[in-house]
């Protein structure tokens, strides 16, 4: 189990452009040792980009999409959903309205409390994400994955940075594969824990299973 990154190493990620073309980024190959990452700034985000991600809604989400008044509220529902369906759609080669997600079976408690993306002839991949404030912060994987953000406050502040850091990791954690379901004594998770590179004034954390769980010695 790797813990504890420098707080000066982040991993890098992609910004998500919603309105470009078609062939987008996928994830690494199956034994990669990192997540695919991406960044969303919601303030970036005009129609165009709503009218991407709403696009890819599936029937469902559309139809929540369409009961919201025109706004703020109603965009970053179509940017942050759409914008998940566009990512797992270009790995699994599916259109993104075509793509299920759910839960999937946990590899440490076999619970159904993994976060997974399916379409009919393509393995699952494994997806998280996280909101705070304007930034939003992407992580597919080959394994289960978690993604963690949270706010820069008192900037220069050392202690202040560090608090943010462990925060976004923490909340990784949580998102990942134990998700509240496997965090009870007895169980050891393999995981590397990453800082990611966002913009300024936020940190982000990423969590990846890397191994089969075990028992304490």
């Known amino acids: ?3 504890g990154p420098s707080p000066d190493r982040r991993v890098p990620a992609s910004a998500l452009d919603l309105t470009a073309p078609a062939e987008r980024p996928g994830l690494p190959a199956e034994g990669a040792e990192r997540a695919g990452l991406w960044t969303l700034l919601l303030t970036e985000q005009g129609p165009a980009a709503e009218a991407a991600g709403a696009a890819a809604l599936a029937a469902a989400e559309r139809g929540v999409y369409a009961g919201l008044e025109p706004g703020p509220i109603r965009r970053r529902f179509a940017v942050v959903r759409g914008g998940l369906r566009l990512l797992v759609s270009a790995r699994l080669g599916c259109p993104p309205d075509r793509i299920a997600v759910l839960d ?5 408690c076999a619970r159904p409390h993994d976060s997974v993306a399916a379409a009919s002839g393509a393995a699952p991949v494994h997806f998280s994400w996280d909101r705070c404030g304007d930034l939003v912060v992407y992580a ?4 289960t994955v978690g993604a963690g953000v ?3 406050a008192g900037r220069g502040d050392p202690d202040a940075a560090a608090a943010a850091r462990r ?3 923490l909340t990784a954690g949580d998102r990942a594969v ?3 379901g496997c965090t009870g004594p007895g169980i ?3 995981r590397s824990v990453d800082m990611v590179a966002v913009p300024h004034g936020y940190a982000a954390a990423v969590v990846r299973h890397t191994g089969a769980a075990g028992q304490p010695s």
């Open 188 to 190: 050891i998770a393999d």
């Open 167 to 169: 925060t976004a990791r």
């Open 1 to 3: 189990m790797r813990l």
């Open 178 to 180: 134990m998700r509240g």
């Open 140 to 143: 597919l994987s080959a394994t």
């Open 104 to 108: 999937g079976a946990c590899p440490l």
């Open 150 to 152: 949270s706010p820069l």
